[in-house]
């Protein structure tokens, strides 16, 4: 039972785990461990996860920092992430710890609070304990609860009322070990009124180890605020990734998330999010070039609560080799959500008879006042256009690669960050090529 390594592992080290957390983190604790005990890691017998075995990428004998030690690596001297014509505030997370002994000199907008999940819960436990644990449901979905049991630290940002801060912050979620390790990640994000902050994640392993991340986002948007969260994957073969964000907006608020997945061997991300004020709008992209053996599993769930709301949601996938997507939607307007718009699409492209994708988009509407539609595809390449180029001397390789990019760009057209749109651009084009999807702009430079 691959559970049992985990519980086993939890009750042997409670005490351990807390005295390297918070009590904030600490109090969710055992409800958690209670939860897993009973949900234990999702099936394929769940119809949420019919076609992604969660618990496989679990079993390995992973080793965890529960006691903190620190990796003998500087990413600041080790990584380095030069996007042209970005400029950022740049972070990191080592594994799954804040790494906090080098920081960017620009200093932060009055009242911004940004760092450390455990340093900022031991100094705000007030702050952080009124959001963190509200948006993630431990009762309903095992890797939720798993993270919350096993999280010691994480990302903490906090924007108060009016700070329209229009630097983007970039973090690095960085790999990076001599044995193979599963990471506990955790985000809290919180936007007061009439704030405005961007957020661009990227993920990169270091080191050729298996490496395993459970990671659970919780954001928080308030009233005429402007949020959006860019996450980029581009790691190798031998990573993991189960991902959970949750999201609140209230009144006026506007989100935008694209999640881009490049490089990965198993991806899972499930997207949470609640319209609770009238006229709050979300965006919600996504993407992913998946070869070889690689799965992509996207799930989503937009729930229209209030009325005057709006959603639009895309999500494309290019499948080569024996890749593997799957997509599952649900938008669901509720009874007095009138004049709801909400649009859901999922296009995609098998590029070989062994590629299958899996789709199933979802509504469920109790107001009779609204504007919805959702649908899917699934195809390959479409022979005229590709005869069409060929016939004008462009050779069959250059002509493809050409129709595929044409197929994702308007996912990449709709980031709001002009050189991460252009950074985008170059990567999505090398990876449609064959070459491996690292970033030119980023740089490993350990000896």
């Not at 996450?231 to 907006?249: C, G, M, P």
């Amino acid at each position: 039972m691959v559970e049992k390594q985990y519980t086993d592992l939890f009750e042997q080290y409670r005490e351990v785990i807390d005295e390297h957390a918070a009590p904030v983190l600490n109090t969710l604790r055992d409800k958690a461990f209670n939860d897993f005990r009973q949900l234990g890691f999702p099936t394929t017998k769940l119809e949420d996860y019919k076609y992604t075995d969660i618990r496989q990428a679990f079993e390995p004998d992973y080793g965890l920092n529960i006691k903190r030690l620190d990796i003998p690596v500087n990413p600041y001297q080790a990584f380095q992430c030069d996007v042209p014509n970005m400029s950022t505030h740049l972070y990191f997370l080592s594994n799954d710890s804040f790494y906090d002994k080098e920081l960017p000199e620009a200093g932060l907008p009055e009242g911004v609070l940004l760092g450390s999940l455990k340093e900022y819960a031991n100094m705000h436990p007030e702050l952080v304990g009124k959001y963190y644990g509200k948006l993630a449901d431990t009762s309903k979905d095992g890797t939720v609860a798993f993270n919350t049991a096993f999280v010691q630290d994480g990302f903490f940002l906090y924007v108060p009322k009016g700070v329209v801060w229009q630097h983007p912050i970039q973090l690095i979620n960085l790999f990076r070990s001599d044995v193979d390790y599963l990471a506990n990640r955790r985000m809290l994000i919180v936007l007061e009124d009439n704030t405005q902050t961007k957020l661009l994640i990227c993920e990169h392993a270091m080191d050729d180890r298996r490496f395993l991340a459970t990671q659970v986002v919780e954001v928080f948007v308030g009233e005429n605020a402007v949020f959006d969260l860019y996450e980029l994957e581009a790691n190798h073969e031998k990573t993991s990734r189960v991902s959970s964000l949750f999201v609140s907006q209230q009144k006026n608020s506007n989100v935008l998330i694209n999640g881009i997945t490049l490089n990965s061997g198993l991806t899972r991300n499930n997207y949470f999010i609640s319209l609770q004020g009238r006229h709050a709008e979300t965006h919600l992209y996504g993407m992913a070039i998946a070869d070889e053996s690689q799965k992509v599993d996207n799930f989503s769930s937009v729930d229209h609560a209030v009325p005057d709301c709006t959603s639009n949601e895309l999500f494309k996938y290019v499948l080569d080799g024996n890749a593997v997507g799957a997509f599952c939607g649900k938008i669901e307007v509720r009874k007095d959500a009138q004049k709801t718009q909400a649009y859901q699409s999922n296009k995609n492209i098998c590029l070989t008879r062994h590629a299958r994708m899996y789709t199933k988009p979802q509504l469920e509407i109790y107001a009779d006042d609204v504007k919805c539609s959702h649908g899917a595809t699934v195809g390959q390449l479409n022979e005229e256009a590709l005869f069409y180029l060929r016939a004008r001397g462009i050779p069959e390789k250059e002509a493809r690669t050409l129709l595929m990019f044409a197929f994702v760009a308007d996912v990449i057209g709709n980031v709001r960050l002009d050189g991460l749109q252009e950074r985008l651009t170059s990567l999505v084009d090398k990876r449609l090529r064959g070459e491996i999807g690292k970033c030119r702009g980023c740089a490993s430079v350990r000896n």
